[in-house]
Nanobody
Framework: QVQLVESGGGLVQAGGSLRLFCAAS????????MAWFRQAPGKEREFVAA????????YYADSVKGRFTISRDNAKNTVSLQMNSLKPEDTAVYYC?????????????????WGQGTQVTVSS
């Protein structure tokens, strides 16, 4: 059984920064792609960023490109999301996910395990 636990969410003013963390356990997470998604109230879950198993391949949604950075530490089985220049529209619950493949994709259906989410609120 795979477990993903997110942390690092909170309240921040527009223009500020937050760093989210996801700790993985239960399988060799370093062999699989990992991603961050988010879901705002009344909206569907959307892709934010993904990283390949070695961390050399990263993909971002256009809405966060240049502001967010995904990275992973395979020795610690963690993946993080550095979020800079935050905007009120970034407000959402952020979810960590892992795939059964080493190839990162932007489709939610690609990922088979999900964390419980961490709230990020950006005030204007």
């Amino acid at each position: 059984q795979v477990q993903l636990v997110e942390s690092g969410g909170g309240l921040v003013q527009a223009g500020g920064s937050l760093r989210l963390f996801c700790a993985a356990s239960g399988r060799t997470s370093s062999s699989y792609a990992m991603a961050w998604f988010r879901q705002a109230p009344g909206k569907e879950r959307e892709f934010v960023a993904a990283v390949g198993r070695r961390g050399e391949h990263t993909y971002y949604a256009d809405s966060v490109k240049g502001r967010f950075t995904i990275s992973r530490d395979n020795a610690k089985n963690t993946v993080s999301l550095q979020m800079n220049s935050l905007k009120p529209e970034d407000t959402a619950v952020y979810y960590c996910a892992t795939s059964g493949s080493d190839i990162p994709r932007s489709l939610a259906s690609w990922y088979d395990y999900w964390g419980q989410g961490t709230q990020v609120t950006v005030s204007s």
